[in-house]
């Protein structure tokens, strides 16, 4: 079974940093970064990314269930 550490910083992260990763880099990712390293690695805000968790959970996305 996986850790849950961010592959970047080595950090702890959630379900939902996963399903970020999954989303928005690799659906089929065996490692993930934590939020605050996706939003660095993706140039945007970290609030950006938290935003869209919640969009994705309204429009019904099975990551975030």
């Known amino acids: ?3 849950n550490k961010c592959m970047k910083c080595g ?3 959630g ?6 990763h999954k989303k928005l880099v690799n659906r089929g990712a ?3 970064m934590c939020s605050r390293c ?3 690695w993706l140039k945007i805000d ?4 938290l935003s869209k968790i919640e969009q994705f959970k309204k ?3 099975t990551l975030f269930l």
Do not use: V
């Open 1 to 3: 079974m996986p850790e």
């Open 11 to 13: 950090g702890p992260f």
């Open 15 to 20: 379900p939902y940093d996963t399903a970020l």
């Open 30 to 32: 065996k490692e993930y």
């Open 38 to 40: 996706l939003a660095r």
């Open 46 to 49: 970290e609030e950006l990314l």
């Open 59 to 61: 429009q019904g996305c």
